[in-house]
């Protein structure tokens, strides 16, 4: 701080403070991007001091050039060529240089509308103190209402940096870190773009690579979004937003009323948060390696590798289902889709009878069988169908084909027909309603095999349904079957508890599908997209871990329970939240007891239920690193164990085999590939102690293939990991006991 530099006193009227604000200056030049404040009150006192300066500041000046290749005149020329403008207009100087910085300014109508002001800086790159010695300056783009701020590097003339002075672009989203409308309301996001640094270079509405928007609708380089309702895979007419040349996508252009609206009055408000989202999470992913020689999606690579020409085609509200969402990844270059779905209100099914369990109850609905229909007043039976494994499944022999002719104690022959209810079990839905619409039930209540209630998808026998069936959660299915003494309901599908939701603001949802994309274009390379179609495969995994990711609050700690898809599922109305998976994530084995042999359990569908239990073990990883080095909110450039985690994963990504020899140690083993590669193997036993923890040990492997639920589980721990202990006292090995968590002992000597 020796040569700090005063830039500004101000003082509030008010309360008499004085605020007082410095920037970093070295060899006579000041550092942009080390400014300091130091703010006093009315006595004097220093009572608040914000800014981050750059430690050894001599030294780290000392490593860059002393003196600038670039004449001024140059750094002007190269800024124009930057922003796409004449680079070889001439300049009128109206002040030369002089002092230390050379500070001069210049004309250049065809350049810039006012003067252009030049300087020598420093400047401090993101994310890191690393100084470049650049020329600073500032050029009112002509064409655009932009007006830019440029640091030009000294010695080479490429751009270092640039911040636009003129907010150019507006967004109104449940804005990151938010998940859903369940985190708050919306916020008005103010040029997001340049959260991403380089990521894209030019904003979300440019595809040419100069400076200005070639589309003022929710269309640019990274995603075009857009109503699909019709399900033809083009735009609906005037379903993209247009925020005009100001690139206003707020206010009364995305009107949301959630108490009242349905998807259909809110959709400019549901496409603008796909979009933001869309391009949230290209500038985030890019910092981390998924760039375009990666394969990642963009329209415009700007001659930074890869093919071009593959920006996501983002459908919102697309007609062609209910209660999901999904996206295709073709190889680089050409573009995926990301398909959006509405998610239906849950029905409140009336319970009349016996008084224990009487009352309304949330239920699940189902995408086939009738669309509208009224069981009343009927008696509730639990299914026996004579066959196992389980009798009160409604699947007699337990295969995906209907019962040949089911007859049913309690219901076949029962006048007037009864309600089924049955369990989840191992046959899909529809074979479930077709069997009991066989025997003779007028509709089915199936008890899900988790405390949630489940949407159901349409199976082989969908189009032979005519009865209606929903879904309860586990713990309300037991109280019935414990109460099934005079048990008598009414399912009516008018009765919902409130409109339908939009997965378009659920954006942990956006979020999973985005990451197929990722995991589908880094497995195998970016021009193989089909590394990822065995029973083992982890893609769902990846997904839920890019949620939970992005969506980690300072807050949460290893025992927090996170879900997946809380807002689209209705959790606000279930008694116990747990999204669209079976468990919560959380490192807490009590409440998610999912280890690597879960891939043997048919309960653990392929491929959702697989995928919960590698992000489960992912998310052990991400504690570990987290507890070791810190948690960091900046998911651009942050430093923290979050931050490592995901670095570490998206390389893993890379480094992982395809297809048949993709396994869950074989990803593991790439992980650890990874930390060598990058860090030095300087976070083996974090990864190890997590892959070990649940079941991914030394000894685990998969059976003779990753294409069947043959797998061998195993907690032992490298012996190089013998130092680390785990919060029970226990040390790790063979098939020992459980543990929750870990301390990290550095000075054990011997047994503990």
Not at 92 to 104: K, N, Q
Not at 178 to 190: F, I, M, N, Y
């Amino acid at each position: 701080l020796a040569e700090v530099a005063a830039t500004d006193e101000v003082r509030s009227r008010h309360n008499g403070a004085t605020h007082l604000y410095f920037r970093q200056r070295v060899n006579g030049l000041e550092v942009d991007g080390a400014e300091l404040a130091v703010h006093v009150d009315r006595s004097g006192r220093v009572f608040h001091v914000t800014g981050r300066p750059v430690a050894g500041l001599a030294e780290r000046a000392a490593a860059t050039r002393a003196f600038p290749l670039l004449s001024p005149e140059e750094a002007v020329a190269a800024a124009a060529r930057a922003l796409g403008l004449d680079e070889g207009a001439e300049l009128e100087l109206l002040e030369a240089p002089a002092g230390v910085d050379r500070r001069s300014r210049f004309a250049a109508p065809a350049i810039s509308e006012g003067p252009i002001p030049v300087r020598l800086r420093y400047h401090r790159e993101r994310g890191n103190d690393r100084l470049a010695l650049a020329w600073n300056l500032s050029i009112e783009d002509p064409r655009t209402p932009d007006w830019w701020e440029l640091w030009i590097d000294a010695e080479s003339g490429a751009l270092v940096d640039r911040i636009n002075w003129t907010a150019d672009s507006s967004y109104e989203a449940f804005a990151l870190p938010k998940e859903s409308p369940l985190d708050g309301a919306r916020t008005v996001e103010v040029d997001p773009h340049l959260d991403g640094g380089i990521a894209s270079l030019f904003g979300w509405h440019d595809t040419d690579g100069v400076a200005g928007a070639e589309f003022t609708v929710t269309r640019g380089n990274n995603v075009r979004a857009c109503v699909d309702a019709d399900a033809n895979n083009v735009c609906d007419g005037s379903s993209e937003p247009d925020g005009g040349v100001g690139l206003d996508f707020t206010g009364a252009l995305v009107p949301l009323d959630l108490d009242v609206d349905e998807p259909a009055d809110y959709r400019p408000a549901a496409v603008v948060n796909l979009f933001y989202w869309n391009n949230v999470i290209h500038d985030v992913l890019y910092q981390y390696g998924f760039d375009e020689a990666a394969g990642n999606f963009q329209e415009n690579n700007y001659g930074r590798g890869g093919t071009g020409g593959d920006s996501v085609n983002a459908d919102a509200q697309d007609g062609s289902g209910t209660n999901n969402a999904n996206f295709s990844t073709p190889p680089d270059g050409l573009k995926p889709r990301m398909q959006m779905y509405r998610w239906t209100a849950p029905e409140s099914v009336e319970v009349h009878a016996p008084a224990p369990v009487a009352g309304p109850q949330v239920a699940g609905t189902a995408d086939f069988g009738p669309g509208s229909y009224l069981v009343a007043g009927r008696d509730v039976v639990l299914v026996d169908d004579g066959s196992g494994p389980v009798d009160d499944d409604g699947c007699c022999d337990g295969v995906n084909t209907p019962c040949s002719s089911p007859n049913w104690p309690g219901i076949t022959g029962v006048s007037p027909a009864p309600i089924a209810l049955l369990r989840r079990g191992i046959c899909n839905f529809s074979i479930k309603a077709y069997n009991a619409q066989l025997a003779g039930a007028a509709g089915v209540v199936l008890i899900n095999s988790v405390d949630t209630i489940i949407g159901m998808a349409p199976g082989a026998q969908a189009g032979s349904v005519t009865i209606p069936i929903v879904s309860i959660p586990s713990s309300v299915g037991d109280d019935w079957v414990a109460n099934l003494t005079g048990l008598n309901a009414t399912i009516d599908s008018s009765v919902v508890v409130g409109p339908d939701r939009d997965s378009d603001l659920d954006d942990g949802i956006i979020a999973h599908e985005y990451g197929h994309g990722v995991s589908n274009r880094l497995t195998g390379g970016p021009g193989t997209t089909g590394c990822l179609g065995r029973t083992e495969q982890q893609g769902e995994g990846w997904s839920d871990w890019m949620a939970l990711f992005l969506h980690a609050r300072p807050g949460d700690t290893r025992l927090t329970q996170r879900t997946v898809g809380s807002y689209a599922n209705f959790d606000d109305f279930l008694p116990t939240p747990l999204g669209i998976r079976r468990y919560p994530y959380t490192t807490d084995l009590a409440v998610n007891p999912l280890t690597y042999v879960g891939v043997e359990d048919v309960n653990n569908s392929v491929p959702h239920g697989i995928g919960t239990i590698w992000a489960t073990t992912l998310w052990e990883m991400y504690w570990n690193l987290v507890d070791r080095y810190g948690w960091d909110a900046d998911l651009y450039a942050g430093g923290g164990g979050n931050n490592l985690a995901f670095q570490l994963v998206i390389d893993g990504m890379k480094l992982q085999p395809c297809d048949l020899d993709l396994t869950f140690p074989s990803a593991r083993d790439a992980i650890l590939a990874a930390d060598a590669a990058g860090f030095g193997g300087e976070n083996f036993c974090e990864i190890w102690t997590a892959f070990a923890k649940r079941g991914v040990g030394v000894a685990a492997s998969t059976g003779a293939s990753n294409d069947d639920r043959d797998v061998t589980e195993d907690f032992t721990l490298p012996a190089a990991c013998a130092g680390y202990l785990f919060s029970d006292g226990f040390e790790m090995a063979g098939s020992g006991p459980r543990w929750d968590g870990f301390s990290r002992w550095t000075s054990v000597t011997g047994a503990p």
